[in-house]
């Protein structure tokens, strides 16, 4: 799980790069900028979709074990809080609050609560606060990423021509980034390999 969980934050991590630099720019040309929201809100999609994949992994061991039933509470109390913080939040702070009581919401419960929970069926003799350090590391890495990518695009110019040039260096510079920061852990040292190996037996397979 450690090694799927470090590919797949490295491919979020990324991808949140991606989205902070290209959101706005994309929007500007499409919808034009009267009907764009503000940079806040593009932060906080992108804080929202970087949470959503902290419990990708973890959930598809989740649905491997099993463990609906055992978990029936978490689903309940995630719809009752996501109601109650939704409406209340919502209805005197407007559209930022509502994706933020959301947030709250996906990371006591869906996170912190599921994984606590899964650890103590499925991984009992491993310690969870091995794997909420990983992530918060993962989270600080992500951070710096997101900050050069979107300093390097953001005096970019408008336009499609700006938006192509702004898409080359999210492709490039994220990975570039977490590359070096990553390349002399250990964990880099064990997920690159195994992922590689297994690409590669799944093209053999193919062939």
Partial sequence: MKKMNFIYMWIASWFTAGMLSLYQPFMKIWVGEDLMYSMWFVVLICLYFYELKLSDVRYAYEQTLGLW???RYRYIAEVIANLILNYVMGKYF???VILSATMISIFFIIFLYGTQFIFQIYYKETSVNEYFLSHL????????ACGITYGLCYYLPDGVIGLFLRGGICLFIPNAVLWIIYRKTKIYGEAMPWFIGKIKRKRVQQN
Wanted: aromatic content about 22%; cysteine-free; hydrophobic content about 55%.
């Fill in 137 to 144: 590391k993962y989270a600080i890495v992500a951070s710096i």
């Fill in 69 to 71: 039933w055992d978990l």
């Fill in 94 to 96: 407007g559209v930022y």
